[in-house]
């Protein structure tokens, strides 16, 4: 146990364990979209779960873009290198600031469906300063996407 602490640490682990849980919940088919968790899913949680959350996605990416450079690529449209050298959450905004941030992307009845992710993905692009046109496009492929894949549901559920 000590090796996979001092490998991972406890914010991620408990972040790992989440999903677990989450993936076995009996969830309604709203809340995820292929699979993956989205805004109704996200709306429905207390602001420390959504803190707690955010925290524990940045330090799985962190860890995952650490020890495994094969990950770390794809790592990329949520990390950035730090002074470090490691990847760290791609945004100047603090965690509290970016559940916010989130929350008001889902304020959006358009974003609902959008993957937990991806609005994530956003937010890291609005706030390093990408072009609004730019953001946009994202969002629309976001929403595209959820569209073609139904707006919910789970990808093996027909």
Known sequence: MKQILK?????????????????GADLDDTEKTCGRLNGRFWNQGPQGFKLGFIM??????????????????ATLPYLAAGP?????????????????????FYDVPENLAVP????????????????????EKQIAVSRKWAADCGGKGQQDKK
Do not use: C, W
């Not at 490998?7 to 993936?23: E, H, K, Q, T």
């Not at 470090?84 to 008001?104: C, M, N, P, W």
């Not at 609005?119 to 046109?133: N, W």
């Open 84 to 104: 470090d050298g490691h990847g760290h959450f791609r945004t100047l905004l603090s965690y509290g600031e970016t559940v916010k941030a989130i929350d008001q």
């Open 116 to 135: 937990i992710m991806d609005a994530v993905r956003v937010i890291s692009r609005r706030t390093e300063g990408t072009e609004p046109a730019e953001v």
């Open 56 to 73: 524990g996605f940045n330090e799985t990416l962190s860890e995952l873009s650490r020890h495994d450079p094969t990950t770390a690529e």
């Open 7 to 23: 490998r991972f640490p406890p914010v991620a682990l408990l972040s790992a364990l989440l999903a677990f849980s989450v993936n």
